[in-house]
């Protein structure tokens, strides 16, 4: 089984490139080995590499730029994506791919699951909805994975923003009323091995999965647990843990509106799996002895 891996460099890249080696021939490819916003050579590095199962990292992730870039949101989130699913669809390869909470408007008081009608309230969720549309019209055969909040000690994110803001002042404000499962490139990566391993031997069918960590807090709840565990192992934060302060999100005016339920149900998957996702918690503390 040959493997083409698509942004290998992001935080589930640098992770897939360890779980994907053991199962098969594997090429990864970072952005000097593949430009998305050039649908030419998408389409040319597809045909050449043949590969049997097509695992795509990449995304326009930069939510509140892609506000004032919907089209170079659109580029890498739709078009690409939607020439790795014709190429699929074409040759019978499977696509694996990856979406988020933001496709869903955030305003249900409980977990979304699978079918649940989505609402995308920013333009990187528009472009992520189109992608997942532009997979399920080509009819190929493809894993798409909905996460949410995504970290890992390689690359930027929220809790090693929240840690350098903690060693620099004394006071944070940080958003309360959004809540979520912060979820490790790491979970992501080996839970995606264990899906395509289960889908080559038919224990597993194609479509859209939620896959997140288990449990859910609030962008502050995160950020207090990780200072805290932070400190405990002794980084260098400056910050008082009663000066981590709750606000409500129109305090913390962006361009891009997020959802404030962004909770996933992963029961489809766990059950189809037979997995115990883990506790965010166990993820945040492993990040936290990485860094420290
Ligand atoms: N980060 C998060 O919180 C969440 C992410 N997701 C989804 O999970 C998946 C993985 O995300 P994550 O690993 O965090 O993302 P990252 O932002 O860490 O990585 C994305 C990668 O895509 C590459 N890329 C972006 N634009 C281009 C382009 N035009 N040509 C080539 N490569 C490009 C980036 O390259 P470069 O480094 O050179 O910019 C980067 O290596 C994505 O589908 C994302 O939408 C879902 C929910 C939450
Ligand atoms: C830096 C900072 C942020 N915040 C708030 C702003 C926002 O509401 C929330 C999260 O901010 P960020 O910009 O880090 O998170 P954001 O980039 O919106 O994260 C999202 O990324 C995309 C790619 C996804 O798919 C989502 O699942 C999600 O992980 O925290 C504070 O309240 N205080 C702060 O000091
Ligand atoms: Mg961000």
Redesign the pocket.
């Known amino acids: 089984m040959k493997i083409l891996l698509i ?1 290998k ?5 640098q992770e897939l490139q360890r779980t994907l080696l053991p199962l098969g021939e594997l090429v990864a490819l ?2 000097d080995g ?4 050039d649908l030419a050579a998408v389409k040319q590095v597809l045909a050449q590499q043949g590969a049997d199962v097509i695992v795509n ?5 930069a939510v509140d730029r892609a506000e004032a870039d919907e089209t170079g949101a659109l580029a ?2 739709a078009a690409a994506v939607a020439a790795m699913a014709e190429y699929a669809s074409a040759h019978g390869a499977l696509l694996v ?5 933001y496709v869903f408007d955030g305003d249900k008081d409980s977990p979304y699951v699978e079918d649940d009608a989505t609402a995308p309230q920013s333009a990187y969720g528009r472009s ?1 909805r189109a992608g997942e549309e532009a997979i399920l019209a080509s009819g190929c055969r493809a894993l798409v994975f909905r ?4 970290f890992s000690a390689h ?1 930027g ?1 929220f809790i090693k923003t929240m840690l350098r803001l903690a060693g620099e002042r004394d006071s944070l404000n940080v958003v309360a009323d959004q809540i979520g499962a912060p979820t490790s ?1 790491e979970l992501i990566a080996d839970v995606t091995a264990l899906a395509l391993a289960a889908y080559r031997r038919g224990a597993l069918a194609g479509g859209i999965y939620h896959l997140t960590a288990s449990g859910a807090t609030s962008w502050h709840g995160l950020a207090s647990y990780a200072i805290e565990r932070a400190r405990a192992r002794g980084a260098a934060i400056k910050v008082d843990p009663a000066q981590i302060k709750p606000i409500p999100t129109e305090a913390y005016p962006l361009p891009a509106k997020r959802p404030k339920n962004s909770r996933l149900d992963t029961s489809k998957l766990s059950g189809a799996l037979d997995l115990q996702l883990p506790d965010w918690k166990i993820h945040v503390d492993r990040l936290i002895e990485q860094l420290s």
Do not use: E
Not at 9 to 13: E, K, L
Not at 34 to 37: F, K, N, P, S
Not at 147 to 150: D, H
């Open positions: 942004g460099n992001g935080q589930v890249g970072g952005r593949l430009d998305l916003g990292a990449s995304a326009y992730t890498v989130n791919h990856y979406s988020t909470d992520k996460t949410s909040w995504v690359g994110n490139a």
